[in-house]
């Protein structure tokens, strides 16, 4: 009686223990998981370029209405640098997880999940991702402005604009599922 007690509670738990494990290694999951990584990194990104972008903003504000057009230019160029440097290093992430995404979807692909449910996943985060890489873009739009705008109140005061390149906007090809 205790040896069919002790198998059955060996039975018992090896068949909740292999259900665990097969989900553990269910290519679905790791694709969600990847996704929410990705979905993280982006919004660290976006929330980290915001901030900058604004700072870029108010001190180009602040300098229009300056007449130390050195100190203006020094401002900005940090400004710049430090936008630049963050949106670069942080997209650096962000391609990682796209790759990684990328060959998870393969492998899911390969063990046999329906296309239609990763292309759904694919495709809600793709859109998320826009969404949030527009706000983003939007954010630097309005500060490359308000930069335009300090340009033009140096030229207007009679001053030389300080010439600052301001960030370009780097695109960056969606996932896509094949």
């Known amino acids: 009686?205790?040896?069919?007690?002790?198998?059955?509670?060996?039975?018992?738990?090896?068949?909740?223990?292999?259900?665990?494990?097969?989900?553990?290694?269910?290519?679905?999951?790791?694709?969600?998981?990847?996704?929410?990584?990705?979905?993280?990194?982006?919004?660290?990104?976006?929330?980290?370029?915001?901030?900058?972008?604004?700072?870029?903003?108010?001190?180009?504000?602040?300098?229009?209405?300056?007449?130390?057009?050195?100190?203006?230019?020094q401002t900005i160029k940090a400004d710049v640098q430090k936008l630049a440097g963050d949106w670069k290093s942080?997209?650096?992430?962000?391609?990682?997880?796209?790759?990684?995404?990328?060959?998870?979807?393969?492998?899911a692909k390969d063990a046999g999940v329906p296309k239609k449910q990763l292309r759904l996943l694919v495709r809600q985060a793709n859109l998320e991702i826009r969404l949030v890489n527009l706000d983003m873009r939007s954010a630097v739009a309005e500060a490359r402005l308000a930069v335009v705008k300090m340009r033009e109140s140096f030229v207007s005061a009679g001053q030389p604009a300080p010439s600052v390149t301001t960030p370009s906007t780097p695109t960056v090809p969606p996932v896509t599922t094949p």
């Not at 929410?36 to 504000?61: C, F, I, R």
């Not at 942080?90 to 492998?107: E, F, G, P, S, Y």
């Open 1 to 73: 009686m205790k040896k069919t007690l002790i198998l059955a509670t060996a039975v018992l738990a090896a068949a909740l223990l292999i259900p665990a494990a097969a989900l553990a290694d269910d290519p679905v999951s790791t694709v969600q998981a990847d996704i929410a990584k990705l979905k993280s990194d982006v919004q660290t990104k976006h929330d980290t370029v915001v901030a900058d972008a604004q700072n870029l903003e108010t001190d180009a504000n602040a300098l229009s209405r300056s007449s130390d057009k050195k100190t203006a230019r």
């Open 90 to 107: 942080l997209l650096a992430t962000c391609l990682v997880d796209r790759a990684q995404l990328h060959k998870d979807v393969l492998a």
